[in-house]
């Protein structure tokens, strides 16, 4: 039923503006599309809006991520715009210098926006698709 329906993400940001602001500066994102109940992006085929809450950063998961082809690269990128990437360390996955091998078929490494939200950005070694 929803095999060729496309999906997007939604995120919180209690303050819109300043994620905006982060947003354009830290990620390189301009929106395509702004209302007064939401903000879209466009990342790749992909779209996300940025709705305004109270409830921004008030989850401990990763909401979304964004799939890189060298995800070193992209790190090192992103740090030199000011983003901090977060160190985990749980059984089966241990972060080094901000980066995690996940069973040998994905890097990954995540951060928080100025919401507070979790993201990720992810090189797949081998095919995810299947």
Do not use: C
């Not at 085929?45 to 070193?72: C, I, K, M, N, W």
């Not at 901090?84 to 972060?95: R, S």
């Not at 091998?101 to 919401?115: M, N, P």
Request: without cysteine.
């Amino acid at each position: 039923m929803l095999t060729d329906a496309p999906f997007w993400a939604t995120l919180p940001a209690s303050d819109i503006e300043r994620a905006k602001r982060w947003y354009a500066e830290k990620l390189g994102l301009v929106p395509v599309k702004e209302t007064k109940a939401w903000v879209t992006y466009r990342s790749g085929g992909s779209v996300f809006q940025l709705y305004p809450t109270s409830a921004a950063g008030a989850a401990r998961h990763t909401l979304g991520g964004f799939v890189v082809e060298d995800l070193r690269s992209t790190v090192t990128q992103l740090r030199a715009r000011g983003v901090a990437f977060e160190e985990y360390d749980f059984p089966g996955l241990k972060t080094v210098d901000g980066i995690a091998e996940i069973e040998g078929v994905e890097l990954a490494a995540w951060f928080k926006d100025s919401e507070g939200n979790i993201l990720a950005v992810s090189q797949f070694l081998v095919d995810a698709t299947g």
